[in-house]
């Protein structure tokens, strides 16, 4: 029975998809690609020209929603304190769909880990947001601030923790929750010791 073209197209992305994850985008390899996808490298090279051809289908949708996503939810710029209402919020998000589902992604996780320049490049100027936006929920919108840094890293190290962990959606939601709770106690003891003189 002969493979559709956008059945094995599809094949060989996802394919790509797990090598980049599993070893890393730049030690991914065109021929255990092709071996893994059950077709041959020339066939490959049919669908895509060349790997960063894969790389940026795989990751230019993700990439940018999660990009437009940031952008949106700092501009409203909305401080919710309370740990009931964080709670709730983090309780009432589908972890399924947008935009949770790209950060939970093994493509987030690519995107996060490559050294491709264009990337590393993207994901600079994504995380000085991020992390301005974390220092602004700190009340502390310092330049070069280490603890808003710190945070943000740790945001993505343990969103990256949990894609490679569990692929069940369920977990996930419950290890992100407890984990966002964490910060935010932390954010707020953070933000006590600056209003407190003594």
């Known amino acids: 029975m002969q493979v559709k073209k956008a059945d094995m197209e599809q094949t060989i992305l996802m394919t790509a998809r797990d090598e980049f994850f599993i070893h890393g985008y730049e030690d ?41 996503f940031l952008h949106e939810h700092v501009s409203s710029q909305k401080h919710v304190t309370d740990m009931k209402e964080i709670n709730r919020l983090l309780e009432a998000a589908n972890f399924e769909e947008e935009p949770m589902h790209s950060l939970l992604s093994k493509e987030f ?19 000085k947001v991020f992390e301005g936006h974390i220092a602004w929920h700190m009340h502390s919108p310092k330049a070069n601030n280490h603890f808003a840094a710190i945070i943000s890293k740790m945001i993505i190290e343990c969103a990256i923790h949990l894609i490679r962990c569990d692929d069940c959606v369920k ?18 003891v953070q933000h006590t010791d600056e209003e407190d003189p003594s």
């Open 28 to 68: 991914a390899s065109l021929r255990t690609i092709a071996k893994k996808a059950n077709t041959s490298l020339g066939n490959i090279y049919h669908y895509f020209p060349n790997k960063k051809a894969m790389l940026d289908r795989l990751l230019e949708p993700v990439v940018s929603r999660i990009d437009v």
């Open 109 to 127: 996780a690519i995107f996060i880990q490559t050294k491709d320049p264009d990337y590393m490049k993207r994901r600079d100027a994504i995380m």
């Open 171 to 188: 977990h996930k939601k419950q290890d992100m929750i407890e984990m966002f709770s964490m910060l935010c106690r932390c954010v707020a």
